[in-house]
């Protein structure tokens, strides 16, 4: 038996720790699976004459953990639409007393997708009546 630790910079949630756990123990050859969404890392024990750990990391780079996790990132400056008109993306309120950040709010229409990137979650189904 091996074992070989994966570093996951997309694994950043409890759900995903159950996705990426079913995904490789329904790999042959995968006996143990420990995923930290803390840490970002996931730690393999498996059977080298089965598989080997590049195979398992194709598997975690298909299911889209691998890569970067890439999220809008807060800018000095409102962010506009594409037609010019107001602002969108964010809505931040501070206290001018203590200088803290005290709510953050974001409108973002639905449009049957996840907030954020999320691997493992792919398009939301509307039923239609």
Not at 97 to 109: D, E, H, I, L, P
């Amino acid at each position: 038996m091996e074992t070989k630790t994966f570093e996951t910079p997309a694994l950043f949630g409890d759900h995903h720790v159950s996705e990426v756990r079913r995904i490789l123990l329904e790999t042959v050859g995968v006996t143990e699976v420990y995923a930290s969404s803390a840490f970002q890392i996931v730690e393999v024990t498996y059977d080298e004459t089965k598989i080997n750990d590049l195979q398992i990391a194709a598997r975690l780079d298909e299911a889209g953990y691998l890569g970067e996790w890439n999220i809008p990132i807060e800018l000095g400056s409102a962010a506009q639409q594409g037609d010019g008109s107001k602002p969108y993306f964010r809505h931040t309120a501070t206290y001018e007393t203590t200088k803290q950040t005290v709510s953050f709010a974001q409108r973002v229409n639905y449009q049957g997708r996840a907030l954020w990137p999320c691997p493992g979650l792919g398009m939301v189904k509307v039923d239609e009546e």
